[in-house]
């Protein structure tokens, strides 16, 4: 148990798990001792320096999410991750980290023999599909045995199959094939692709938004970015008033608090983005060794961030929108009769509402990332409604998974576990059984999608 612990620490801490994959298609490079030492060990600064930089961006929208709350008097539901894993684990630990370890060698089994050629390096993501699969099987009264076995499948398919979703648009936003998006929203983010490919013939780049003569310091990203925020802090601190903000500021003033919680949150993206550009310097030359000995033609997974500096306007202008959405759905989830009120959770909002936004720019420019943004943030709104009956005793806390491939994942399993077992069994027999066979489809139709694949970047 003390080694099962150990590993676990080690896969679920991103920056360790990406610095040791990148040492490892390194090795099978065979570079040198020092080329080895310089691609690990940037590789985990930079992976240290976007969750700095994400760390930044939570400690002011937390504080955000709460005065929102309070501000406008709403109560429900608050899809958070974090706060959902942590109190899963208090009775599910156990399944959740024989689920993750094996489910991360299922991730490499299957992307070797199989078409979907996904390595997932998300490590705490990784942790939370885990632990909902787990809350999912036992809530529905598999054994620890059955679940980790049935668990660990899942997750290694969850692992491929997500990423595979997203990647059209995924190249589309990075103008290569190198990486994947490594962030279990992946359903929001290609729907998002599909709708700005639908409505935004036409429609400019978010980074190309033509500005007045006095306003081009609006082209700067990270002052549009604080400028912004600090107009959505000064109207939500404003509602909630002087008392209210004394609360979370330590009796700072309310304008002062606002413009500081701006420049916070513009602050946070920048570290971001700088961690980012430092990982994909590094990962994708690494990733060469991997993908040429141990699984050919494997892309890594990277995690959300990864998308933000090939649109930072977009980052901004897809949370808003999805955040707006978040708010009519919760405003129509009042309205309905029994319905559980799910309140828009400003984390999810902003990452996979910001993701989201670049993606939907990608194929249909500002319009995509408005409709795109606001779509996904109507799902992020009513999804996590049809999820809560299969968690079983978590379903009635006052929080829920967030993500939209965390619901489809926990709704799809806990459906064919309302069946029976043997439902469950056959299903993730047959997804598979269809992955193994898809590689080894003729050497025709493999020549035929490669190059549709050129003709779509």
């Known amino acids: 148990m003390v080694f099962l612990a150990f590993a676990q620490d080690i896969l679920s801490t991103p920056a360790l798990l990406v610095g040791f994959m990148a040492l490892l298609g390194l090795l099978l490079q065979r570079a040198s001792v020092s080329d080895c030492i310089k691609g690990t060990f940037k590789t985990i600064l ?14 002011s929208l937390l504080p955000f999410g709460e005065i ?21 684990l208090l009775e599910y630990g156990q399944v959740t980290a024989l689920i993750m370890v094996f489910g991360m060698v299922a991730n490499l089994l299957i992307a070797r023999f199989t078409p979907l050629k996904y390595i997932f390096l998300t490590g705490h993501h990784t942790l939370y599909m885990a632990c909902l699969i787990g809350v999912v099987l036992i809530s529905a009264g598999f054994n620890m045995t059955m ?18 979703i997203s990647q059209r648009t995924m190249r589309e936003v990075t103008k290569s094939n190198d990486v994947a998006m490594g962030h279990f929203s992946s359903l929001g983010y290609a729907l998002s692709g599909e709708i700005g490919a639908l409505v935004g013939k036409g429609s400019k780049s978010t980074e190309e938004l033509n500005f007045p003569k006095g306003l081009t ?5 990270s002052l549009s970015i604080m400028l912004t925020m600090l107009v959505v802090w000064l109207v939500v601190a404003g509602v909630a008033g002087q008392r209210v903000i004394n609360d979370f500021s330590d009796g700072q003033n309310w304008v002062v608090y606002a413009l500081m919680m701006s420049v916070t949150f513009a602050a946070g993206v920048f570290v971001v983005l700088a961690g980012v550009r430092l990982v994909l310097n590094e990962i994708v030359p690494a990733f060469k060794g ?19 500096t090939f649109a930072p306007n977009a980052v901004i202008i897809g949370f808003f929108s999805s955040f707006t959405g978040g708010i009519i759905g919760m405003l129509v989830l009042a309205v309905i009769p029994g319905a559980p009120v799910i309140l828009p959770g400003v984390i999810p909002h902003f ?13 249909g420019g500002l319009r995509g990332t408005m409709i795109g943004g606001a779509v996904n943030g109507l799902l992020l709104q009513f999804a996590p409604v049809f999820l809560l009956p299969v968690l079983g005793g978590l379903g009635y806390a006052e929080t829920t998974f967030s993500d939209l491939d965390f619901i489809a994942a926990g709704i799809g399993i806990g459906s064919l576990a309302r069946i029976g077992t043997v439902a469950v069994i056959v299903g993730v027999l047959v ?22 694949e050129k003709s779509d970047d």
């Open 431 to 452: 997804v598979l059984a269809g992955l193994v066979i898809g590689n080894f489809i003729p050497a025709k139709a493999k020549k035929e999608a490669k190059e549709t």
């Open 217 to 221: 310091f609006l082209r700067d990203s």
């Open 290 to 308: 991997i993908s040429e000995k141990l699984v050919p033609g494997a892309k890594p997974a990277l995690d959300c961030p990864v998308a933000f």
């Open 46 to 59: 930079g992976f240290v320096v976007i969750g700095g930089g994400a760390g930044i961006l939570v400690s």
């Open 351 to 363: 990452f996979c509402g910001a993701t989201a936004g670049v993606f939907g720019n990608a194929r």
């Open 147 to 164: 679940s980790v076995v049935i668990g660990s499948v899942v997750l290694g398919l969850t692992m491929v199959i997500f990423p595979a």
């Open 68 to 88: 929102f709350q309070i501000a406008f008097n709403v109560r429900g539901v608050v899809p958070n991750n974090e706060a959902i894993v942590s109190l899963a």
